[in-house]
């Protein structure tokens, strides 16, 4: 099936908030923010802003009615600042005009005290200065302390990974209307449409049922929308709530970049130990996340960290460690991947510190460590249906390694200026929401008595084609072609108590959800069929719009059963609700189950490097990736790509900076610099493993909107590879994004 947006897309007639028609006397929001990142606030002086003409009303804390707390896992934040503020950029007030321009010109006027407090802005500090959001988790498997006394070879070292900007084309924002007796529509730009539901009752101190949150599609969200949108979207309800009048919020860039958090920046500390046959024994890492100013996921994001500490790989002694240090930044929060890339991040990185300080290729300790069939992974959860070395010799033999890595030593002896690098990058990534309580959906389907069907789901459309996926599910099970099949909105009063589009796990759960009420309807079509037909229901089949015998073709339409349907006073509507059977996961033992699956692949990646310039260009990645029995390939070679670029983005050239005194300097995509088509790899390769695929992923078809992201970390070490191959002297870091500035110090550091 064809993307069923690819048609609006391209005509740009598909909807968003900004593009739905608001009421005529709808008014506009704008959020006033904190200029320091940590103090006391001692006056704000609104009278100017108030007096202008247009403004309406501007909203404090003080307005509130129900409770001042948006806080999802700890409430620890409040929506508008009361006497203290905590980062550069946190709400405030919430200012209300007749236009969009009116309310930007009383910000300007709103005047504002604080008494400063000392700022931190890096988890180093935090850690020292014992700052935190929560208590530290470890996760332990063996004895990595009498394991190390028994290693040929044991290396420390400290890396650190910075933050990512989700950069979604479609900024936050959201629409609110009032309706009858205290009821309010709100419209938002957020993968969580119950998150948002949930806080804003509580924010309003009125029932969730009185709130009714619809989501048409995002223009992105890469997990900055998972939290981040329920801000502005209960901002504009309490208004709402207090005029009775609509009001329309969506943040412009600038304020965007400010305001929300973003990716979590690492300093991570690792201790891995090796036998002289290159098996990884032992090995430690604390993690200290800088977590921003409020926990936000930032405790489910360090969680998943501890997850994917170990990669693809088996190491029987593990103690990892991950501490969420509270700074003054803006709570940093999901983004693809969530918390996962960090962890990978720093055992590639010790690999390779491993390697170099052995004086061998990363390439032979990776191929040595490789997760095998019941292995177990230190969370306690046992490997099966592993993929890691099925992938990695299928990259190798299709991509011809041994040839590749020839090619770039010759070249590299032959070449002074220019030199090429290339690394080898495995992935296996956990599919199901960490919290195991969270893995669970429903779907909602109509077949309307001309025949024509409904679908809704808690699912959010973001860009990943889910709408798609879910339709080719149904259609798959009634055999009737696409157009008659549609896909509502993401809607409360249709699915409620929904977990929010994420984990890369959302077409697993709603998908299943669908399967289960079409499979219900199908079961009840069947029984009216076979009574047209006179032949027994499991005889019957639907193919093609049509009833088919025994694999043989009937006159009978699907339109007529459905008539006949209606006839017999047969219900044509099915609810389902799936839930993930066997996971499970004890935080008190830090052991369990907690994935249905896991996702496996291997990256090639190979770079040139200029060593005049330190600028580098992405040959190729080539990528064999576990896709299990893909329902959609192209959506899902698109999924690779995409993350794969943001991956790339992450580790070379998107930088975000802070100066000390927690005022975000990459503010603009003048100083932020995201990947385009010139720094896009040249060649992608994308090949599906044969598999069998797991029952528990949708028609088997693995979930595939994260893990391809850390194909990405590759990139870092083939460049890497590449600064080595200039610079024998070059002490290895593990410092990313590794932006041209820094290739071009380590190229010629002494
Ligand atoms: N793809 C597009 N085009 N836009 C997005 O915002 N988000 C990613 C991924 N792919 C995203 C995307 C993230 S962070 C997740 S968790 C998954 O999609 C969520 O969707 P899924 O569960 O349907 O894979
Ligand atoms: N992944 C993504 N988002 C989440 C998770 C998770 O494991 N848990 C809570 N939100
Ligand atoms: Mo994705 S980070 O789980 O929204």
Redesign the pocket.
Known sequence: MKNIDSYTHLRGESLFVDDIMIRQDALFGLCFDSPKAHGKIKKVDYTKAAALQGVVRIFTYKDILGENQIGGIIPDEPLWAEDEVHFWGQPIAFIVAESEAIAKKARALICIEIEELPVITTAKEAKEKGSFINAPRSFELGNTKTSFANCDYVFEGETFSNGQEHL?LETQGCYVEPKENGTLKITSSTQGPTQVQKTAAKVLGIPMHKIEVDVIR?G????GKEDQATPWAVMAAVAVQLLNRPVKYILNRHDDLRMTGKRHPYNSFFKIGLSKDLKIQAFEVEFLQNSGAAADLSPAIAERTLFHATNSYFIPNVHTTVFSCKTNLPPNT???G?GGPQGMYVIESAIAAAADNIGIDKINIQEANLLKENDSFSYGQIATEVQAEKTWKTAKEKFDLKTLQKEVADYNTNNHQTKKGISVMPIAFGISFTNTPMNHARALIHIYQDGSVGVSTG?VE???S?NTKMLQVAQDIFGISADKLKLESTNTTRVANTSP???????DLNGKAVEMACNNLMERLQKVASKLLYVKPENITFQNDTVFVDGKKTMISWEAVIAQAMLERVALTENAHYATPIIHFDKTKEKGHPFAYHVYGTAITSITLDCLRGTYEIDAVNIVHDFGKSMNLGIDIG?VE??LAQGIGWMTMEEIAYDTNGKLLSNTLSTYKVPDIFSAAKKVNVLPLETEGNPMAIKKSK????PPLMYGIGTYFAIQHAVKAFNKNHKLQFNSPFTPEKVLMSLYEK
């Open positions: 979604y995002l992105g969200g890469f997990g999901a983004f693809r969530f699912a973001m860009g990943q889910v589009t994420a984990a890369s796990a959302t077409a999924q995409g993350a979930a595939v909107g994260e």
